[in-house]
């Protein structure tokens, strides 16, 4: 069972956040891997063409786990969608429209990441998830949807999403409402 904890789950009043940025935050526990997946697939219901999603945390937090969450979300067999650790990129191009899958774990020098063109793929046909975002410093997209993912106890997780631009807010906003987060509040 998934549980909100925080941010949009309540009211104005209740946070003291402004209407400007009602929607910017949101704190989500994961009790199970298939919380994770049941998380991805939902906020991918919503998203659109050029969206980028920014994933951090340490080693085995869920960032590959929320990773292919969105891809099934988008009609991308989860199975297909591994740690591409190895390479910077993996592209799967069989759902809705294509998942360009980051894994920077290995980047050493933000510098890097530019011989792939990877703003092409940012704002691109497809939807970009980046894991180990913090690796692209001064090269992070200023509007995104910033998920930080940590351990509680046992197989919890916590994850804490950050929705920077209105657009990432409306994405955050329609998630959260969706009938699939609905039945866990």
Sequence with gaps: MIGVTAGIALSRKDTGISDASIGALMRIISRSVQDTLHI????????????IICLR??????????AKGI?????IRRSNVISPSFVLLRVHGQGRFPLYHFDLYRLVDPEDILALGYEEYLYGEGVAVIEWA???SYLA????????LSFREDSKR????????SRYQQLLKDAHESRTFKKFN
Excluded at 40 to 51: E, L, P, Q, S, V
Excluded at 141 to 148: A, L
């Design 71 to 75: 891809a099934e979300g988008l009609g």
């Design 40 to 51: 991805g697939r939902a906020i991918a219901k919503n998203m659109r063409k050029g969206d």
């Design 57 to 66: 945390g340490n080693l085995g937090s869920g960032k590959t786990v929320l």
């Design 158 to 165: 916590l994850l804490k999403f950050k929705a920077n631009g």
């Design 141 to 148: 997209p200023p509007e995104c949807m910033q998920v930080e």
């Design 134 to 136: 913090d690796r692209l």
